[in-house]
T-cell receptor
Framework: GAVVSQHPSRVICKSGTSVKIECRSLDFQATTMFWYRQFPKQSLMLMATSNEGSKATYEQGVEKDKFLINHASLTLSTLTVTSAHPEDSSFYIC???????????FGDGTRLSIL | AQTVTQSQPEMSVQEAETVTLSCTYDTSESDYYLFWYKQPPSRQMILVIRQEAYKQQNATENRFSVNFQKAAKSFSLKISDSQLGDAAMYFCAYRVKETSGSRLTFGEGTQLTVNP
């Protein structure tokens, strides 16, 4: 069964809306979670590393104020796309590992469509 | 910085045949992990196989095996007895071995088509 749960799987909303995506680790604690963005037929691009109890680490070129990350507990990280616009439409996917030597497990992803 | 390169954007194979997907990487680290992930049209990321750099023996998972050449920084995936369900995008990925969680670096991906 899934070890990482991501919700919602699909969001369609109007431009200007803020959208929150949740990533939960099931049955294990994840001090670190990762958020990726994927455009059609392209690879996964790391957006940020979410650290429990501290600020997220953003990759170069990713707007911190646009993509707010909160990792308030050891099993939940959230990504909020603030004031979303059509160019933010994409597939967002999170991952977590239940140990430093363990492989990362991915959520099922969120398809975000901004009209 | 670590980089991962997949030089084959697309590959095709006949059902029941064998196909090899290529991957090269660049790193200055001596201890790390390499992975192959499969992403079918559902876009789920599914771990296919994993290799630890300090292990000389090539990893094998049923019909999937790797050819890990550490000196050449090469990590190819061989799929034997290909099945229609193997059709997907395949990503090679690298991760440095650290005491805390570390990021994955992905290659560009190879789209595999399996012909009946």
């Amino acid at each position: 069964g899934a070890v990482v749960s991501q919700h919602p799987s699909r969001v369609i909303c109007k431009s200007g809306t803020s959208v929150k995506i949740e990533c939960r680790s099931l049955d294990f604690q994840a001090t670190t979670m990762f958020w990726y963005r994927q455009f059609p037929k392209q690879s996964l691009m790391l957006m940020a590393t979410s650290n429990e109890g501290s600020k997220a680490t953003y990759e170069q070129g990713v707007e911190k104020d646009k993509f707010l990350i909160n990792h308030a507990s050891l099993t939940l990280s959230t990504l909020t796309v603030t004031s979303a616009h059509p160019e933010d439409s994409s597939f967002y996917i999170c991952s977590a590992a239940y140990g430093p030597s363990k492989p990362q497990h991915f959520g099922d992803g969120t398809r975000l469509s901004i009209l | 910085a670590q980089t991962v390169t997949q030089s084959q954007p697309e590959m095709s194979v006949q059902e029941a045949e064998t196909v090899t997907l290529s991957c090269t990487y660049d790193t200055s680290e001596s201890d790390y992990y390499l992975f192959w992930y499969k992403q079918p049209p559902s876009r789920q990321m599914i771990l296919v196989i994993r290799q630890e750099a300090y292990k000389q023996q090539n990893a094998t998972e049923n019909r999937f095996s790797v050819n890990f050449q550490k000196a050449a920084k090469s990590f190819s995936l061989k799929i034997s007895d290909s099945q229609l369900g193997d059709a997907a995008m395949y990503f090679c990925a690298y991760r440095v071995k650290e005491t805390s969680g570390s990021r994955l670096t992905f290659g560009e991906g190879t789209q595999l088509t399996v012909n009946p």
